[in-house]
């Protein structure tokens, strides 16, 4: 084949690699890690509820990974009410009131001003969990 015929098809090659690499580590960035400071779970918003007179977003969710159930149904129990982090599938980082859903197993309700974050049915996001408490050691 002609050289010049195959330099543009190289060209769009080598781009199309750049890209895709570039959207992989795009996507590994997304994802928090657990830390000293703190854990975060993967979790979906099963339903999503704007009340616009209040002016607050209500979302109802529950782990994204079946086998994160366990853990984020005691992280809900620790931290029923509080102050919590969430991270959208954008970058960003909002605060909400975490609430535990007693009736509905291993569910959780997110509280937070309307326009601070845009969360849809299916929607992944990210808790932040603080870092859970040590006793303090016996002497």
């Known amino acids: 084949m002609r050289r010049d015929l195959l330099e543009p098809l190289r060209h769009t090659f080598v781009l199309g690699l750049i890209l895709g690499a570039s959207v992989v580590c795009a996507a590994a960035q997304t994802t928090p890690k657990t830390s000293e400071s703190g854990q975060a779970v993967a979790c979906r918003v099963l339903e999503a509820k704007v009340v616009e007179e209040m002016g607050v977003a209500l979302i109802v969710f529950h782990q994204a990974e079946r086998s994160d159930g366990a853990r984020l149904g005691e992280l809900l129990r620790q931290n029923d009410g509080a102050k919590i982090k969430f991270k959208t599938s954008d970058g960003r980082t909002h605060t909400a009131t975490l609430l535990r859903l007693g009736t509905c197993f291993g569910r959780g309700l997110l509280v ?28």
């Open 112 to 139: 937070f001003p309307a326009g601070s974050a845009r969360l849809a049915r299916h929607d992944q996001f990210w808790l932040k969990f603080p870092a859970a408490e040590r006793p303090p050691a016996t002497p």
